[in-house]
Each structure stands twice: as structure tokens, then as C-alpha cells.
């Protein structure tokens, strides 16, 4: 007699693969640490509410709400996708430079190709995601990450 038992198949997580916000119960949970992030380095970049507003993909008011912390909305995917890059972007500065040029660098006016003369606030704020993303990419190449 030969014994049978049902197989039931779980999709395993990839190890390494890319985070794509995509289930609403991953944006509710990474919301606020987010948002808590974001708010951190911008006001580490001295940047004002146009430009975090405009770093995060959200209006001024909302921008205004979060910061007084009266905002108990989700960010979405692209908003999520955004505050990963610019994490991303500020990790990796503090881990390149030893002092303030890691805080400094974001407003700095840069000859680099994939800045065009702008300060990579400027850039990440004209270019969107993809500049984001970018930008991430170029500072893990200079520490040497890629």
C-alpha cells in the first residue's frame, strides 16, 4: 500500500532579490521608518519642504503634514522605490566620506555626466526615479561596491 500525501508548493523569498513594494501589507509596514528616514536626511542635506516634497513624489501639504507628524497615510510603490534610492544614496555618502562632505556633497554643484552641472539634489529632484537610482549606483561604484 503505498501512502500518499498532498504537496503544497511556497514560493521562497529570493536571497538577494529586489524589494518591489508592491503588497500593500509591505508599504503599511515600511511606511514610518521610511518617512522617519527621508525627513532625517533632508533636513541632514538642508534641504527645504519644495525639495522633500519634490525627493519623496508627494505635494507640499502632504510634505507639511509628515513632518508635523499628521500624516498616517501609506507611501506607495514609486514613493517607497524613492525613499529606498535616497537611503541608499545617503548610506553610502556617510560610509564614502569620514566628515561633513558626506552631508555637504547632495547640494554641491557636480561635473559628473549624470549630473549636468546640477547639485544631485537637483538632478534626483529633475530626473525622478531613474536619476535616483543613478545617483545610488554612482556612489556604490566610487566606495567600490559594484
Do not use: C
Amino acid at each position: 500500500m503505498m501512502a500518499s500525501a498532498a504537496i503544497t508548493h511556497r514560493a521562497a523569498p529570493v536571497a538577494g532579490g529586489l524589494q518591489n513594494f508592491s503588497g500593500d501589507g509591505d508599504r503599511k509596514r515600511l511606511t514610518g521608518t521610511a518617512v522617519k528616514a527621508v525627513l532625517r536626511l533632508v533636513d541632514a542635506w538642508g534641504g527645504n519642504n519644495a525639495e522633500g516634497a519634490a525627493l519623496l513624489g508627494v505635494s507640499e501639504s502632504t510634505w507639511d503634514r509628515i513632518k508635523a507628524g499628521k500624516w498616517d497615510g501609506t507611501l506607495s510603490q514609486d514613493q517607497l522605490t524613492r525613499a529606498s534610492a535616497l537611503i541608499g544614496v545617503f548610506k553610502g555618502l556617510h560610509q564614502l566620506f569620514a566628515d561633513s562632505m558626506a552631508d555637504r556633497w547632495p547640494r554641491l554643484p557636480n561635473r559628473g555626466p549624470i549630473f549636468g552641472a546640477k547639485s544631485p539634489v537637483e538632478a534626483m529632484i529633475e530626473g525622478g526615479i531613474p536619476r535616483m537610482l543613478e545617483i545610488r549606483q554612482y556612489i556604490d561604484a566610487l566606495r567600490g561596491g559594484l
